[in-house]
């Protein structure tokens, strides 16, 4: 990437659906990926200097913010934004499960403890209107799942699958519908739409 400019009016900020399958970057310095991996860049023709405020995993979809101005990426992960995740679980999520999760569970994040701060967690009361996933869910025929919304103030690494796995019901898909102010209304898969500064909402 280009360095920046260093006139603030020149920045550029975006919304992503990211689809399933892709890196929440746009390059790799291992040869392997770099030829397997699918990457950001192949979606839209971004400016030099873009880049991803957060990550969201290679088998995660849904809203990911970026932007060419380092400062809002640091105002944005400095700040306890909201995120938003609706989550199909397998199995049929108890009240108990949602409880423990509204009140914090123990996970590890690279081999050290950590407990998740409070949250918001609930069933949704019918399967959401999302794409299809590129690479299906399994079906029912394996037994019943759960849709659920997570709202965190958190961003540690694959937190809502080690969270949903803590209480006994394992992720199968995970999609972000939301960062503070920004949903995706509007975006499917792949789609990107230009903003004005997300820091200043």
Known sequence: MNPESDS?????????????GYLSQFVSAFG?????KRFLGELYDFPDGT????????????????TTDGR????IRSRHVEKEYYVQADGLVT??????LRAGVDISIQGVGYRTGPCQARRLPEVPALPPRARPV??????????LSLTLTE??????RKMTAAVGFPTLRLV???????????????GVREVPDPAAS
């Open 8 to 20: 603030p009016t020149a920045h550029r900020h975006f919304l992503l659906y990211k689809p399933y």
């Open 32 to 36: 392997r990926e770099a030829r397997k």
């Open 51 to 66: 880049m991803a405020i957060g990550r969201l995993d290679e088998d995660s979809e849904g809203l990911l913010l970026l």
């Open 72 to 75: 809002v990426s640091e105002t």
């Open 95 to 100: 009240d108990e499960a949602l409880a423990r």
């Open 138 to 147: 399994r079906d029912d025929r394996h037994g019943p799942t759960s849709w």
């Open 155 to 160: 961003g540690k690494f694959r937190q809502v």
């Open 176 to 190: 972000r519908v939301r960062i503070g102010a920004h949903g995706l209304a509007g975006l499917l898969p792949g």
